[in-house]
């Protein structure tokens, strides 16, 4: 069955403590990876796709790994506003599904 | 500017009522998509749409029921069979293309009076 797991669950970090974050997954014919983040109450917000492993993206103080089994978002030098629940989710079929992980909460304390 | 609308915000539901969940997109793709979130469970496929007047049940389609007659609309009703509805309730869209990256609407939270 295709799973993805998503670890920690929580992540508590003082700002400016580079830290990351682990999304593994079984997938029989990966489709693109995929990292969102999500505020509270509000829908996720598309932050980056890996497709092959080796693959690296950044966006300001993020940057999303790729492997065979598994993807990192590493968050250098965090500020408060990088506070958010973070998903990954990867796509398995031709039909364009999307299985998420349970996300992992950060909060970053100034 | 392009995006994804969803209406209303909050809903709140009585006992064996159906409501509909609304949810546009200007961003002309072809693939929506409708999620259920429950805390602690991530995002649960509901069910999507790759073409107009063509859905597929996801993983949790019981109690939902919906439609495409329209690219950009693709509605959600929650029917009076779904005994858990409490939850935050998502829409996406895509190319359609399979590997592309699925785009979310803001979400309404659903509440049962």
């Known amino acids: 069955e295709d799973q993805v797991t998503q670890s920690p669950e929580a992540l508590r970090l003082q700002e400016g403590e580079s830290s990351s974050l682990n999304c593994s997954y079984t997938?029989?014919?990966?489709?693109?990876l995929f990292w969102y983040r999500q505020d509270p109450g509000k829908g996720p917000e598309f932050l980056f796709t890996?497709?092959?492993a080796g693959e690296e993206k950044e966006k300001e103080r993020l940057k999303a790994t790729l492997t065979k089994k598994e993807s990192f978002l590493h968050i250098t030098a965090p500020k408060p506003e990088d506070s958010a629940t973070y998903l990954c989710a990867h796509g398995s079929s031709n039909t364009g599904k999307l299985i998420f992980g349970q996300g992992t909460t950060l909060q970053v304390k100034p | 500017d392009g995006g994804i609308t969803q209406s209303p915000k909050y809903l709140f539901r009585k006992e064996g009522q159906n409501v509909t969940l609304s949810c546009e997109q200007n961003l002309n793709h072809d693939a929506m998509y409708w999620y259920r979130q429950d805390p602690g469970q991530g995002l649960r496929l509901i069910y999507y749409s790759q073409i107009v007047n063509d859905f597929q049940k996801g993983d949790i389609a019981e109690g939902y029921s919906v439609s495409r007659e329209k690219k950009e609309s693709f509605p959600l009703t929650v029917t009076s069979a779904q005994k858990n509805p409490t939850a935050f309730y998502l829409c996406?869209?895509?190319?359609?293309?399979?590997?592309?990256?699925?785009?979310f609407g803001p979400g309404t939270r659903l509440l049962v009076l």
């Open positions: 996406a869209s895509s190319t359609g293309s399979g590997e592309e990256t699925q785009y």
């Open positions: 890996l497709y092959s």
């Open positions: 997938v029989s014919g990966l489709r693109g």
